[in-house]
């Protein structure tokens, strides 16, 4: 690992908060767009972004058979240090925090970006992580530097966005650096994965945009980081990336109002440093990023949610892999690589041995590495 990819995973550690102080928001624009462009926009194209942390720059692609081909003027310079991303309900924009603001580009159908009219920066916060709510009007942001979940309401026509309510994720143990926000398939239930606190589930009114803590999962040791979130199709289950002491593929079912019971035999055996997971559309597959090993793990589930590692697997992806992530088809499983050789790598699901993945394509997201830090789909 290169000084300067050593340098980036420090930074983030491996996604830590980056304190740049922003005291004021001239028009909501305090950068200087590369590209101009009006509000809404919106691609139905199959599309995938990945912000690039080292080269301070986004990429987009379109997926196609088997192949990814980048969406004209990519990579899009930033100007600013990614360290989020979240594409909107519907794909008319795509949300990019940088450190102490988020910002919205315009999709286009081709899926190239452009600066909304009223510009790019919507508003001042440390958003470690972000998602979007199914039907679009909400966006959930884990905040780095107030400990708390941030709720704003979406404008889908201008991409700007309201604060509605904030609902606080602190705990006993300090600091807290939050890794995934996630959002159920109804909307009604919000995860939040904080790394060696745990984490925390909260519920949602989908109508007055308010947030409730539920439940809190207390962290297994100060060795022991929740580092990423999936729920299956089905809402019943999620599965955790957790690294360190007892590390492994951690799973849950979920109860009503979000309530959290271990699978049995939680967690199972994954690679070194797990710190991406993804289910397949199906709910009979989960797959996991192995950030040390640079590796991606399978494993069959059951419908009770204990998970089987697949024969075969791990197979070897991009070094330090830390974000996996399923196309908008959800017939192809895209793994991004922090360290490169590649950026980005993409599978297909095997038609005859049911779970395995066929490597189908490759990309670059900048000058190898580019510090791919997280790989997100249109909807």
């Known amino acids: 690992m290169t000084g300067r990819m ?11 908060v980056l304190s740049v102080g922003l005291v004021g928001l001239t028009g909501c624009n305090f950068f200087v767009p590369v590209t101009s462009g009006g509000s809404g926009g919106g691609s139905s194209s199959n599309l995938v972004y990945v912000i690039n942390t080292l080269t301070n720059s986004l990429s987009g692609f379109v997926v196609g058979s088997s192949m990814l081909t980048s969406a004209p003027s990519m990579p899009y310079a930033l100007g600013y240090t990614p360290q989020a991303a979240v594409v909107s309900t519907p794909n008319t924009f795509l949300y990019v925090a940088g450190p102490g603001a988020i910002y919205a580009y315009v999709i286009a159908s081709d899926g190239s970006l452009t600066v909304p009219t009223a510009g790019a920066a919507q508003v001042i916060v440390s958003a470690l992580a972000m998602d979007i709510s199914p039907d679009g009007n909400w966006l959930f942001v884990l905040d780095g530097s107030t400990t708390q979940l941030d709720i704003f309401a979406v404008n889908k ?3 700007a966005l309201a604060l509605s309510s904030t609902v606080p994720y602190a705990t006993t143990t300090t600091p807290v650096v939050p890794k995934m926000v996630k959002v159920s398939s109804d909307g009604t239930l919000v995860f939040a994965a904080l790394g060696t606190n745990g984490d925390v589930v909260f519920t949602f009114n989908t109508s007055t945009g308010v947030g409730l803590r539920s439940q809190t999962l207390a962290p297994i040791s100060t060795q022991t980081s929740d580092n990423a979130l999936a729920i299956d199709s089905t809402g019943t289950h999620l599965y955790i990336a957790r690294s360190g002491v007892s590390g492994g593929l951690a799973a849950y ?32 597959y989960v797959y996991v990023a192995n950030g040390v090993d640079g590796t991606v793990s399978g494993y069959s589930v059951t419908t009770g949610g204990v998970a089987t590692q697949l024969s075969g697997f791990p197979y070897v992806s991009g070094a330090t892999t830390i974000s996996v992530t399923l196309d908008k088809s959800k017939t192809y499983l895209l793994a991004a690589g922090l360290g490169g050789s590649p950026d980005l790598t993409m599978y297909s699901f095997d038609a005859t041995t049911l779970g395995k993945l066929d490597k189908v394509a490759t990309a670059a997201t900048g000058t190898d590495p580019a510090g791919a830090l997280l790989v997100v789909a249109t909807h």
């Open 253 to 284: 079912t979920i109860a009503s109002g979000g309530a959290l019971t271990s699978v049995a035999g939680s967690p199972f055996s994954a690679g070194t440093q797990p710190l991406s997971v993804a289910v397949d559309s199906a709910s009979k």
């Open 6 to 16: 050593t340098e980036t995973v420090a930074k983030f550690g491996w996604r830590m």
């Open 157 to 159: 026509t201008t991409g």
